[in-house]
């Protein structure tokens, strides 16, 4: 029996991958819109749904989506861009929604045109309205670099581009808009039935709202409280009020405000202030930050939960199982409408300081809480905290007094640019703080080591050593002796990334004799640990580098660290490998690897695959060797060419291609590597995860039977990181 190869018909294909949410509620009506989208995308590489807030846009766009996704080789992705406020990071998040993290300097948008030009996907772009100039311009290069993507937008507006085939959403049909109702209604708490006389009530009310989906939802959350009759009532006053008394052709716009604010009218005071307050929120939010950020006097903390709850029974506000339990967010309609009330109020600055606030304390207990053993939960935090974070960033920067808040905001999250693969953002949040001016000399040197971080670790070299260089004269004009050991740790890391070991191993050891006399211990003072020793290793001293990252390992179990961990263990496993110990060697870089895909490091884990394909090929397996090569490649696209170049680390590269290229001959490597850089980020890990079994199983045939291709399927039931398809 043979390993199917790259042109098998019998090999396995894993599904196209499926970057949309989960639906909370069930799809309701809209048939003749979906089959109008799907004809569409098939004529058009540039589909846009238009049409006001609140008329079903995005659900539609997703369920178009979702049912045509095996069309796409590739899967589908959803790029959510209605939070951003900074056009400059759409390049970013279409980056993200891809799957895409990238190391380097280069602009995220060289770097999107560049991974999207062979992919065969559909992108689902959502809320550009506010960003309509960036985001037209940058859809018209990808549709034209890329030609094997399609683009499903949907915002209030046409991009007005070329080929662009632009689907007018409206109201639903009077018998999609009753069956919308009756179906969220029934799903309230109280499980609302139908009595006699009520469809007829429920056929006026859907009228009366003009069939608008988020109008009859949130009608829907007031039943069983209001009757169907209190309903109408209501509706037929607000309408009264806000139209004079024309009640038969309400402009879409105009129904759906009225709804909106007639919800809000139905509220008590203390909903409607919540409400009001819930809008200086971006993305989902968790109770507990509702709970500091709205409360006050007027609406202790304690009352904050029931106050939600009714809001959630009103539909005005959504939750939904999040990483860390539940979450809770807005429609982008109804949380501008909420902003308008919290204006009129005059308290939107308190209220944007307080939430500023909340998430420089979220920032800073998850830089505490990332050297120990919730570094995933960390992780996962940062990531459901993103669009709130950035709004926090932003308040800093629109107040010149608070700026040097931004800067010690920006460097707290240090461990979320490198440590969890956001290195691009991380440099633009970077670059943007450190350009004003501050009096505050403790904020900016932080801001300054780590951007000397980001840098080296996207290879700007220069940028690396002028920021590193300002933070260490000024910290020891300031007797910072904990910014200025930061400083020359970075430099050390600098050097050994350059090949100058005995200098890299001098700033080391100085800036870990800084830190102990500061007291200092956390994952970055563990990582210097690692890197000494890595400095060590590539001056032939084995033995007293793997006694330094045997007492990282030692600390690392003690406090539950993983990600500083998993660099020990690549030292380890390049230890065993120069002693021969081949399964200790791909033991310890099993578990560095799963580490490393965890928090999407792509620098360890791409260092991790290399040499895991040099104990391969040490094992007696070039073919897989070879494939592990391959699925490196793409990988180090995303990382840079600092390491790259650097001689001692590419020597295990080098060492297993010379060796594989040998015992398979040119032709066959060639075919093994092009296979393992056709492999996405997840399956190449999940490939790399099981090569023991591939190996035993390779050792059996080779005893019964001819060579055989490379099996390049893809090993089901293993963990997936959160890379996504980051490098394929």
């Given at each position: 029996m043979r390993y199917p190869g790259p042109g098998d018909p019998h090999r396995t294909s894993p599904p196209a991958p499926c970057g949309l949410p989960a639906e909370l509620n069930g799809f309701v009506g809209r048939a003749g819109e979906l089959a109008a989208a799907a004809r569409a995308l098939e004529a058009s590489r540039l589909v846009t749904l238009a049409g006001p807030g609140g008329i079903g846009k995005t659900r539609l766009a997703l369920r178009a989506a979702a049912t045509l996704k095996n069309r796409y080789a590739d899967g589908v992705r959803l790029a959510e861009l209605s939070l951003l406020t900074d056009p400059e990071l759409v390049a970013?998040?279409?980056?993200?929604?891809?799957?895409?993290?990238?190391?380097?300097?280069?602009?995220?948008?060289?770097?999107?045109?560049?991974?999207?030009?062979?992919?065969?996907?559909?992108?689902?772009?959502?809320?550009?309205?506010?960003?309509?100039?960036?985001?037209?311009?940058?859809?018209?290069?990808?549709?034209?670099?890329?030609?094997?993507?399609?683009?499903?937008?949907?915002?209030?507006?046409p991009l007005r581009l070329d080929g662009e085939t632009v689907l007018p959403l409206g109201p639903m049909s009077e018998e999609d808009a009753e069956l919308l109702f009756t179906v969220r209604a029934a799903g309230t708490a109280g499980a609302w039935q139908p009595a006699e006389g009520d469809p007829a009530r429920v056929r006026e009310l859907c009228r009366r709202l003009d069939g608008v989906p988020l109008a009859l939802e949130l009608a829907a959350g007031r039943l069983p409280a209001l009757s169907l009759e209190q309903l109408l009532e209501r509706t037929d006053d607000r309408f009264g009020l806000l139209t004079g008394g024309a009640r038969g052709a309400l402009p879409r716009h105009r129904t759906l405000r009225t709804t909106v604010g007639w919800s809000h009218e139905l509220c008590t005071p203390a909903e409607r202030l919540l409400w009001a307050r819930l809008s200086v929120f971006a993305g989902s939010f968790d109770l507990e930050a509702v709970e500091y950020v709205c409360s006050g006097p007027d609406l202790p903390s304690e009352a904050v939960?029931?106050?939600?709850?009714?809001?959630?029974?009103?539909?005005?506000?959504?939750?939904?199982?999040?990483?860390?339990?539940?979450?809770?967010?807005?429609?982008?309609?109804?949380?501008?409408?909420?902003?308008?009330?919290?204006?009129?109020?005059?308290?939107?600055?308190?209220?944007?300081?307080?939430?500023?606030?909340?998430?420089?304390?979220?920032?800073?207990?998850?830089?505490?809480?990332?050297f120990g053993p919730r570094q995933s939960d960390v992780a996962a935090c940062a990531d459901d905290a993103l669009p709130n974070l950035r709004a926090a960033v932003e308040v800093c920067l629109e107040r010149p007094d608070e700026a040097h808040l931004g800067q010690h905001l920006v460097g707290t999250l240090w461990f979320y640019w490198a440590g969890c693969g956001r290195l691009s953002e991380g440099r633009h949040w970077l670059d943007r703080v450190l350009a004003e001016d501050t009096r505050y000399e403790d904020a900016r040197l932080k801001a300054l080591w780590v951007l000397g971080y980001v840098a080296v670790l996207q290879g700007d070299d220069a940028a690396a050593a002028a920021a590193l260089h300002e933070c260490g004269e000024a910290a020891e004009a300031a007797g910072n002796v904990v910014a200025g050991a930061y400083a020359t740790h970075r430099k050390g890391c600098l050097a050994l990334l350059s090949d100058e070991m005995p200098r890299a191993e001098r700033l080391l050891r100085r800036a870990l004799a800084d830190y102990d006399r500061a007291g200092e211990l956390n994952s970055n003072v563990l990582m210097g640990r690692v890197e000494l020793a890595m400095a060590m290793v590539f001056q032939d001293r084995l033995e007293a580098a793997v006694a330094v990252c045997e007492e990282v390992r030692e600390i690392c179990g003690t406090f539950g660290e993983q990600w500083a961990g998993a660099y020990a263990l690549y030292v380890?496993?390049?230890?065993?490998?120069?002693?021969?110990?081949?399964?200790?060697?791909?033991?310890?870089?099993?578990?560095?690897?799963?580490?490393?895909?965890?928090?999407?490091?792509?620098?360890?884990?791409?260092?991790?695959?290399?040499?895991?394909?040099?104990?391969?090929?040490?094992?007696?397996?070039?073919?897989?060797?070879?494939?592990?090569?391959?699925?490196?490649?793409?990988?180090?696209?995303?990382?840079?060419?600092?390491?790259?170049?650097?001689?001692?680390?590419?020597?295990?590269?080098?060492?297993?291609?010379?060796?594989?290229?040998?015992?398979?001959?040119?032709?066959?490597?060639?075919?093994?590597?092009?296979?393992?850089?056709?492999?996405?980020?997840?399956?190449?890990?999940?490939?790399?995860?099981?090569?023991?079994?591939?190996?035993?199983?390779?050792?059996?045939?080779?005893?019964?039977?001819?060579?055989?291709?490379?099996?390049?399927?893809?090993?089901?039931?293993?963990?997936?990181?959160?890379?996504?398809?980051?490098?394929?």
């Open positions: 970013h998040t279409l980056l993200a929604a891809i799957g895409v993290t990238d190391h380097t300097g280069r602009p995220a948008r060289t770097v999107l045109l560049e991974r999207l030009a062979p992919a065969r996907m559909l992108l689902v772009v959502d809320g550009f309205e506010h960003l309509v100039d960036v985001c037209a311009g940058l859809l018209h290069d990808v549709l034209r670099g890329a030609p094997g993507v399609t683009v499903l937008a949907a915002g209030r507006r939960l029931d106050v939600l709850g009714e809001l959630i029974a009103q539909s005005v506000v959504t939750r939904a199982e999040g990483t860390g339990g539940a979450r809770y967010r807005m429609l982008d309609t109804v949380r501008a409408y909420g902003a308008e009330w919290l204006a009129s109020l005059g308290d939107a600055e308190r209220l944007r300081s307080r939430h500023r606030d909340w998430y420089m304390g979220l920032a800073a207990w998850c830089e505490l809480e990332w380890l496993a390049y230890a065993a490998w120069t002693a021969g110990e081949h399964a200790r060697a791909r033991a310890l870089l099993v578990e560095c690897i799963t580490v490393d895909h965890r928090f999407n490091d792509l620098v360890g884990l791409v260092l991790a695959i290399e040499l895991l394909a040099l104990v391969t090929a040490s094992e007696g397996d070039p073919a897989e060797a070879a494939v592990l090569q391959g699925a490196a490649a793409p990988v180090w696209d995303s990382v840079g060419v600092t390491v790259f170049g650097s001689a001692h680390f590419g020597a295990p590269r080098e060492l297993c291609a010379r060796r594989a290229r040998e015992q398979l001959g040119a032709r066959r490597y060639e075919e093994c590597v092009r296979a393992g850089r056709a492999l996405p980020l997840d399956a190449a890990v999940r490939r790399a995860l099981t090569a023991p079994e591939r190996v035993r199983v390779f050792r059996a045939r080779q005893r019964t039977g001819p060579p055989a291709a490379p099996d390049t399927r893809e090993p089901a039931g293993l963990p997936t990181g959160n890379g996504g398809e980051a490098a394929g």
